[in-house]
């Protein structure tokens, strides 16, 4: 741990999820970590991560194929529970971290596969179906890609994206863009959080209709003189 930028290694987040939290956690300053509330009233505990070009601010982390299969089923599971009435035709993965849900919500919804996207351009791929984008975690731009032998399973079909986090809405739009070259119809976009809300001035109000989440987070600002992080 260092106290002075009241950051800590990850490794035992992400893995339990909590009946009770004690209550001065649940308000500020956090000094390490920061507890969302889950729809069934259990907390999931977040670490806190500065952000990589001020580290005087930081956002609450959650890195799915870091979690515990219990914590993916349990966000997978109220995932599933808001968008069961949209009854997609196929549910899309998006690199990396939205993969790791994709998979235990489409079974929940009662489907047998998922269509993955990717960043990494196949020699087979055509630029075509793909689209720019990029995250506040990666440090350079990157292109979505789907294979082109998935085309068929996607165009004219109701679609729901599946996503661990939106934060500024660039990936979800990237997302949209490759739907809307294929020809599919977007039906959802399903996260497990959502970081801060200034993705709603990146999208659209209908693309913004589009969006359900778990749990949402804040920002936050680091105070010394409080012992922690204040939120934004």
Known sequence: ?????????????????????PAEETSPPFRLGYPVRL????????????RQQDPDRAVASFIANHASFAVL??????????????EPDVVVGLPTLGLAL???????????RIVPFGTSRKYWYDDRWSQDTCSITTTTPRRLYVD????????????????DTISTGTTALAALGVLYKIGAR????????????????????????LISFV??????????????????
């Open 1 to 21: 741990m260092t106290g002075e930028t009241f950051t800590e290694p990850t490794t035992q987040y992400w893995q339990h999820v909590c009946d009770h939290v």
């Open 39 to 50: 729809p069934d009233g259990r907390w999931l505990r977040l670490p806190i991560r500065t």
């Open 73 to 86: 089923d349990a966000l997978a599971g109220h995932m599933a529970d808001q968008v069961a009435s949209l």
């Open 102 to 112: 994709a998979t235990p919500l489409a079974r929940r919804l009662g489907h047998d």
């Open 148 to 163: 082109p032998n998935l085309v068929p399973l996607l165009a004219g079909r109701r679609v729901l994206v599946v996503d």
């Open 186 to 209: 977007p039906a959802g976009i399903a996260l497990a959080m959502s970081q801060g809300d200034a993705w709603r001035s990146r999208l659209d109000p209908d693309q913004s209709a």
């Open 215 to 232: 749990f949402q987070t804040p920002h936050f600002v680091r105070d010394p003189r409080a012992g922690g992080w204040v939120t934004i």
